[in-house]
């Protein structure tokens, strides 16, 4: 067995390293140079950053306004991106012919400054060096109807905990849940995220991009981030476009599930000084089909809701952005057995009784849950001249979630448990320049929660308050960057609970509780050559114990599971080292990455083995318990151009995680995972253009290294799945339309996935075809 540390990392990375270094080493010492001016005056710049959005190269003009980039492959095309403040942003392609390249940049002064230095000069502040994927342009595109936790697959690293074939969570390097931030359109999203079968609430088609960062970020993002940030992010507003828009069409063979999302924006105003979009997505599924049977009772249903309305001037920038999220989920029936001898019948039989098979139909009944997520933020930009950028944002999210059972002998009609969670965030940081090579960030952050509960026992009342404040600077010069940070964080949390929690009359304690921690990080990245670049990020991370790992007591209905908590649980500890290299020019493209994450009391829900009987049916039995824990991996990107036409490439991702106690393996995380993606282009028509075609063959392991006696049922075969994906854009006057066809599983191919909560009981979902269609209105389409 062999098992990654720190020096078998750092020893891993210098030898890649140096394989790419020698073995991709092209013509790269070529140049571009030029001087960066006023486009009306002509005056020098000084202090306008410029930098290379391929090889991540960077510089800050000097007092002659010159700049210059060296180690250049000829035959490669790079996009130079131009920001100062006070002027537009520009961005400039520019293909390497010849040795010596002059570029001389002109840019124009504009009143709204801050909308361009917000999104654009900023972001290497806002997102840390360490390693990060992103979900954008094509690839996003035809992840549209699928869910987030779904969608997010297809990164390296990345898979998802799902309950049945409609609950599905994002998992980063093993952990999800209360372990990875979301952040929708800038704000955590705060919910009942505790429960494996609470998915976030987010709607999928607002965003633009998604960007994943790997590993502990909790300097930047605060509490709660061991495993790392998912941001969901929609497009900027544009200030100079009038009305323009999109409508999404998603179709579904499998669940015959329909969608449709509509996105219209403009800007207002004499100065269009004023900008709003509004977004709304409808979607509707039935039940959900294995490759022989419906699964009875797995529809869902979908309906969503944002509204941006933003204002800029010369020195001020102001948003509000308000969203609604509500869905009703139906649960597979056949996961609430009566006995323990028909949940262990259940266990071991191939596929559930007839009583739970159906038909493709859209009714949803007992069980099943309501959620509803509610979302308001107003965030303010200040521009402080010569200093840098003054931020300020308050946001409310109120999430309401009903939970049915099924109820044995009665006509009971309401829910079995209710939850009502608010949270207020407010934040106030400052992006500011100490030299023209050092950017950073400081800042503070509060959380103020309350949560209300109703119905059986599960978790009681609480209220919390989070309180940080953070330093993060980062340092470039040439082909070095370092980047370092501290952050104190502080939760105070109060909880009311009855004293024998199945005696509604028995007296109310408040236990109180204190957790605070120091945390930090370390990143530095070297540019090898032009297009290749090592990172290195060492940081500390810390979680305390979720309200359910405390209190949970009962029957968690939405995961078919009873669990119990512990009252005596201590905060999480993390160290995590993550090191990685990348080539992004050429036709040999990749990157290779390693890490190890050392978890002191990391807290996980351990299989008890002995079912439990209560009123509402038997359940598998779960404990939370608290060990000390060791995750290493690696994740495996490359992809070979052969011509225009044809491009190869392959994934790799593998986790293992031990109880360092026993060395035994952690229950519930994924197995290997190895992706092969085969994609061919053909020639554009005068109508049609951009069509191409991907066939993808993902294989996932056995996850043998857990042993049958640590779960309920051995773990499921290995399985290997066939997606196919064709796309094109259709030109029909002035107008461009997206069209894609997918086929998930198009073997039909029956097995089960280890990370499903239901492989007790059904197999996953089997082919199923996805039509995608994007309507323009205007000029708001997004290419594919």
Not at 223 to 250: M, R
Not at 459 to 468: K, V
Not at 650 to 670: D, G, M, T, W
Not at 683 to 710: E, Y
Request: net charge positive; with cysteine.
């Amino acid at each position: 067995m062999v098992h990654l540390n720190y020096k078998t990392l750092l020893i891993a990375s210098i030898i890649v390293a140096n394989a790419f270094t020698y073995a991709l080493a092209q013509n790269c010492n070529n140049l571009i140079f030029g001087t960066i001016k006023d486009a009306k005056t002509k005056e020098i710049l000084p202090g306008a950053s410029i930098a290379i959005k391929e090889n991540n190269q960077f510089s800050v003009v000097d007092e002659d306004s010159h700049y210059h980039f060296n180690q250049l492959c000829k035959g490669n095309t790079y996009t130079l991106q131009i920001n100062f403040l006070g002027y537009q942003q520009k961005q400039i392609e520019v293909e390497i012919k010849k040795t010596a390249t002059e570029i001389n940049v002109f840019l124009s002064p504009v009143a709204s400054q801050l909308a361009e230095v917000n999104v654009q000069a900023q972001a290497a502040i806002h997102k840390p060096l360490q390693t990060q994927s992103q979900l954008k342009g094509k690839e996003l595109e035809l992840s549209r109807g699928l869910s987030l936790g779904e969608a997010l697959k297809a990164i390296p690293g990345l898979s998802s905990i799902q309950t049945g074939p409609s609950i599905s969570k994002p998992v980063i390097h093993g952990l999800h849940s209360n372990r990875v931030l979301i952040y929708n359109a800038g704000v955590r999203l705060e919910g009942q995220q505790w429960g494996s079968e609470h998915a976030p609430e987010i709607d999928p088609f607002i965003a633009n991009q998604i960007t994943v960062i790997k590993g502990a970020a909790s300097v930047l993002y605060g509490s709660d981030a061991l495993g790392g940030v998912i941001l969901v992010e929609p497009s900027p507003l544009d200030f100079n476009k009038k009305l323009t828009g999109q409508v999404n069409v998603v179709g579904m063979s499998n669940n015959g599930q329909g969608a449709i999302a509509t996105m219209l924006e403009s800007a207002i105003g004499k100065n269009n000084n004023f900008c709003w979009r509004i977004q709304s997505t409808y979607k509707v599924a039935g039940n959900a089909k294995t490759p022989n049977y419906y699964m009875q009772n797995t529809g869902f249903n979908e309906k969503n809701a944002a509204l941006t309305f933003a204002y800029r001037s010369a020195k001020l920038n102001a948003e509000l952005f308000a969203s609604t999220f509500n869905t009703k989920l139906g649960i597979f029936t056949g996961s609430h057995i009566g006995s323990t001898t028909d949940l262990d019948s259940a266990i071991a039989r191939n596929e559930p009784l007839a009583i739970y098979q159906s038909n493709l139909n859209y009714t949803i009944d007992r069980p099943y849950q309501n959620v509803s997520h509610n979302l308001v933020k107003f965030k303010m930009s200040y521009l402080l001249r010569d200093f840098g950028i003054l931020h300020a944002q308050y946001s409310n999210q109120q999430n309401n979630r009903e939970e049915y059972d099924v109820v044995r002998g009665s006509v009971d009609k309401g829910y079995q448990l209710k939850f009502d969670l608010n949270t207020q965030n407010i934040e106030l940081f400052l992006d500011h320049n100490v030299t023209p090579n050092i950017q950073g960030k400081v800042g503070v952050q509060g959380m103020y929660q309350q949560n209300y509960y109703a119905g059986r026992d599960l978790i009681p009342f609480f209220t919390s308050y989070n309180g940080g404040i953070f330093l993060i600077e980062k340092y470039t010069k040439n082909k070095l960057s370092l980047e370092g940070g501290l952050r104190y964080d502080y939760k105070y949390m109060q909880a009311r609970v009855r004293l024998n929690r199945k005696d509604s009359k028995s007296p109310e304690i408040q236990p109180e509780f204190n957790f605070d921690q120091v945390t930090a990080t370390l990143g530095a990245a070297y540019q090898i050559l032009p297009d290749v670049k090592w990172s290195s990020t060492l940081a500390k991370a810390w979680r305390p114990p979720a309200i359910n790992e405390l209190f949970s007591n009962g029957v968690h209905h939405g995961s078919a599971s009873f669990e119990k908590g512990d009252i005596n649980l201590k905060q999480e500890s993390s160290l995590n080292l993550t090191t990685g290299i990348s080539k992004t020019n050429g036709k040999l493209t990749g990157e290779i990455s390693g890490y190890i994450n050392h978890i002191d009391n990391y807290i996980y829900l351990k299989p008890d083995l002995l079912p439990v009987l209560t009123v509402r049916g038997a359940f598998p039995a779960f404990n939370y318990v608290q060990v000390n824990a060791r995750f290493t991996g690696a994740d495996f990107l490359t992809q070979y151009q052969f011509n225009k036409f044809f491009k190869t490439g392959v994934k790799y991702s593998l986790v293992r995680a031990y109880n360092l106690a026993n060395n035994k393996h952690l229950e519930f995380i994924p197995p290997d995972k190895i992706s092969l993606i085969l994609q061919a282009s053909l020639n554009d028509s005068k109508k049609i253009k951009n069509t191409g075609i991907a066939i993808t063959i993902n294989h996932f392991a056995k996850q043998w290294r857990v042993l049958p006696a640590q779960d309920f049922a051995p773990t499921p075969n290995a399985a290997t799945l066939l997606n196919i994906d064709l796309s094109s854009q259709i030109h029909i006057g002035k107008n461009q339309f997206n069209l894609s066809l997918s086929c998930l599983n198009t073997l039909n191919t029956q097995y089960r996935d280890y990370l499903n909560r239901f492989r007790y009981y059904v197999d996953e979902t089997g082919r199923n075809f996805i039509l995608r269609l994007q309507v323009p209105i205007g000029k708001g389409l997004n290419k594919i």
